[in-house]
T-cell receptor, first 114, second 116 residues
């Protein structure tokens, strides 16, 4: 398995501000992802975080709104920019190891925008 | 493109009775399939996975799933439900995206309630 930590675990933010979420993994992994899970819904992939290059965004998500960094194999950040109440959600970091099909998830960051 | 459909949004069973959570998928090639569980206010946990080995896959907590290619199904079962099984269950299929990176396609989830 992989141990994944996220900071902060939750936050309440005002409209128009930005929040950066950190994801730290206990060992090197090949792939890191950021997901969003809105209340009562399934997971939606935001982007794949690529080490040393720009993230690969899914349809409906853009870099200006969700800038992502991945400076090394064990760390990534997701920023939710210019927040609105519609951004209230749980944001999840996820990783896949090189030798496994298994995907592991962090505990999530519960964001509320007022 | 691959997709996954969970046929029931809510399932309610009595404790001690069998559980069946249904999942169908569409895929242009041999897929990898997973079931994840999410307990209230807790993180996602992998229950089991199918990656082209045995078609009957056994997972944690007594759950198992059978890959049926002819029916494009991957239903999750458990012989006897326990109160602690109450949770949200997600069926997931893997695919390659435009960058040839593997990503998971998630079903909408099935909420399992277990009645005493």
């Amino acid at each position: 398995s992989a141990v994944i930590s996220q900071k902060p675990s939750r936050d309440i933010c005002q409209r128009g501000t930005s929040l950066t979420i950190q994801c730290q993994v206990d060992s090197q992994v090949t792939m890191m992802f950021w997901y969003r899970q809105q209340p009562g819904q399934s997971l939606t992939l935001i982007a794949t975080a690529n080490q040393g290059s720009e993230a690969t965004y899914e349809s409906g998500f853009v870099i200006d709104k969700f800038p992502i960094s991945r400076p090394n194999l064990t760390f990534s950040t997701l920023t939710v920019s210019n927040m609105s109440p519609e951004d209230s959600s749980i944001y999840l970091c996820s990783v896949i190891r090189a030798t496994s099909y298994e995907q592991y998830f962090g505990p999530g960051t519960r964001l509320t925008v007022t | 493109a691959q997709s996954v459909t969970q046929l029931d949004s809510h399932v309610s069973v009595s404790e001690g009775t069998p559980v069946l959570l249904r999942c169908n998928y569409s895929s242009s090639y041999s897929p990898s399939l997973f079931w994840y569980v999410q307990h209230p206010n807790k993180g996602l946990q992998l229950l089991l996975k199918y990656t082209s080995a045995a078609t009957l896959v056994k997972g944690i907590n007594g759950f198992e799933a059978e890959f049926k290619k002819s029916e494009t199904s991957f239903h999750l079962t458990k012989p006897s439900a326990h109160m602690s099984d109450a949770a949200e269950y997600f069926c997931v299929v893997s695919e390659r995206n435009a960058g040839n990176n593997r990503k998971l396609i998630w079903g909408l989830g099935t909420s399992l309630a277990v009645n005493p």
